[in-house]
Nanobody
Framework: QVQLVESGGGLVQAGGSLRLSCAVS????????MGWYRQAPRKQRELVAS???????TYAGSVAGRFTISRDNAKNTVYLQMNSLKPEDTAVYYC??????????????WGQGTQVTVSS
Protein backbone atom coordinates (compact mmCIF):
# COMPACT_ATOMS: atom_id res chain seq x y z
CA GLN A 1 0.00 0.00 0.00
CA VAL A 2 1.22 3.47 -0.92
CA GLN A 3 0.39 6.80 0.68
CA LEU A 4 1.04 10.36 -0.43
CA VAL A 5 0.68 12.84 2.41
CA GLU A 6 0.60 16.53 1.59
CA SER A 7 1.11 19.48 3.88
CA GLY A 8 1.72 23.20 3.76
CA GLY A 9 -1.45 24.65 2.30
CA GLY A 10 -3.30 27.55 3.84
CA LEU A 11 -4.47 31.12 3.49
CA VAL A 12 -2.05 33.83 2.36
CA GLN A 13 -2.30 37.35 1.04
CA ALA A 14 -1.46 38.17 -2.54
CA GLY A 15 2.28 38.50 -2.95
CA GLY A 16 2.97 36.05 -0.17
CA SER A 17 4.59 32.64 -0.18
CA LEU A 18 3.75 29.08 0.76
CA ARG A 19 5.68 25.83 0.61
CA LEU A 20 3.92 22.55 -0.07
CA SER A 21 5.37 19.16 0.80
CA CYS A 22 4.34 15.68 -0.25
CA ALA A 23 5.87 12.58 1.31
CA VAL A 24 5.46 9.17 -0.29
CA SER A 25 5.46 6.13 1.98
CA UNK A 26 4.57 2.47 1.90
CA UNK A 27 5.69 -0.57 -0.05
CA UNK A 28 7.73 1.33 -2.62
CA UNK A 29 10.38 0.02 -4.92
CA UNK A 30 10.86 3.14 -7.01
CA UNK A 31 9.50 6.66 -7.49
CA UNK A 32 9.91 8.17 -10.93
CA UNK A 33 8.33 11.50 -11.91
CA MET A 34 6.63 13.54 -9.20
CA GLY A 35 4.48 16.57 -9.65
CA TRP A 36 1.88 19.01 -8.44
CA TYR A 37 -1.51 19.59 -9.99
CA ARG A 38 -4.23 22.00 -8.98
CA GLN A 39 -7.94 22.28 -9.41
CA ALA A 40 -9.87 25.49 -8.94
CA PRO A 41 -13.66 25.53 -8.53
CA ARG A 42 -15.47 24.77 -11.78
CA LYS A 43 -12.19 24.18 -13.58
CA GLN A 44 -10.31 21.11 -14.75
CA ARG A 45 -7.32 19.79 -12.88
CA GLU A 46 -4.14 21.16 -14.41
CA LEU A 47 -0.45 20.41 -14.14
CA VAL A 48 1.47 23.01 -12.16
CA ALA A 49 4.96 21.53 -12.13
CA SER A 50 6.71 18.20 -12.43
CA UNK A 51 10.17 16.83 -11.76
CA UNK A 52 11.82 13.63 -12.88
CA UNK A 53 13.95 11.43 -10.67
CA UNK A 54 16.95 12.99 -12.39
CA UNK A 55 15.83 16.51 -11.56
CA UNK A 56 14.44 17.72 -14.89
CA UNK A 57 11.65 20.21 -14.19
CA THR A 58 8.58 21.38 -16.11
CA TYR A 59 6.32 24.30 -15.22
CA ALA A 60 3.00 25.60 -16.38
CA GLY A 61 3.40 28.97 -18.04
CA SER A 62 1.22 30.65 -15.44
CA VAL A 63 3.59 29.76 -12.58
CA ALA A 64 7.00 29.81 -14.29
CA GLY A 65 9.33 32.19 -12.49
CA ARG A 66 7.20 32.20 -9.33
CA PHE A 67 7.03 28.54 -8.30
CA THR A 68 9.91 26.13 -7.79
CA ILE A 69 9.58 22.36 -7.61
CA SER A 70 12.22 20.22 -5.92
CA ARG A 71 12.54 16.74 -4.48
CA ASP A 72 14.51 14.74 -1.97
CA ASN A 73 14.91 11.27 -3.44
CA ALA A 74 16.22 9.83 -0.17
CA LYS A 75 12.99 10.88 1.55
CA ASN A 76 10.66 10.27 -1.42
CA THR A 77 9.41 13.80 -0.90
CA VAL A 78 8.52 16.52 -3.37
CA TYR A 79 8.20 20.20 -2.57
CA LEU A 80 6.58 23.19 -4.23
CA GLN A 81 7.83 26.62 -3.21
CA MET A 82 5.24 29.18 -4.25
CA ASN A 83 6.24 32.84 -4.28
CA SER A 84 4.46 35.99 -5.44
CA LEU A 85 1.14 34.24 -5.05
CA LYS A 86 -1.88 35.62 -6.87
CA PRO A 87 -5.61 35.17 -6.21
CA GLU A 88 -5.82 33.08 -9.36
CA ASP A 89 -3.49 30.54 -7.73
CA THR A 90 -6.32 29.66 -5.35
CA ALA A 91 -7.09 25.97 -5.75
CA VAL A 92 -6.77 22.53 -4.22
CA TYR A 93 -3.25 21.35 -4.90
CA TYR A 94 -2.65 17.63 -5.46
CA CYS A 95 0.58 15.71 -5.33
CA UNK A 96 1.16 13.05 -7.95
CA UNK A 97 3.89 10.42 -8.18
CA UNK A 98 4.73 7.64 -10.62
CA UNK A 99 5.36 4.76 -8.23
CA UNK A 100 6.54 1.19 -8.63
CA UNK A 101 5.65 -0.98 -5.66
CA UNK A 102 7.70 -3.83 -4.24
CA UNK A 103 5.36 -6.11 -6.19
CA UNK A 104 6.51 -4.42 -9.40
CA UNK A 105 3.15 -2.75 -9.96
CA UNK A 106 3.65 0.67 -11.54
CA UNK A 107 0.92 3.28 -11.45
CA UNK A 108 0.37 6.98 -10.80
CA UNK A 109 -0.72 7.80 -7.28
CA TRP A 110 -2.40 10.88 -5.85
CA GLY A 111 -2.41 12.71 -2.57
CA GLN A 112 -5.60 13.83 -0.84
CA GLY A 113 -5.15 17.46 -1.80
CA THR A 114 -4.35 20.60 0.17
CA GLN A 115 -6.20 23.88 -0.10
CA VAL A 116 -4.32 27.02 -1.07
CA THR A 117 -6.26 30.27 -0.82
CA VAL A 118 -4.77 33.60 -1.87
CA SER A 119 -6.66 36.70 -0.81
CA SER A 120 -6.47 39.94 -2.73
Amino acid sequence: QVQLVESGGGLVQAGGSLRLSCAVSGSIRRVDAMGWYRQAPRKQRELVASITSGGAMTYAGSVAGRFTISRDNAKNTVYLQMNSLKPEDTAVYYCNADITTISFVRSPSWGQGTQVTVSS
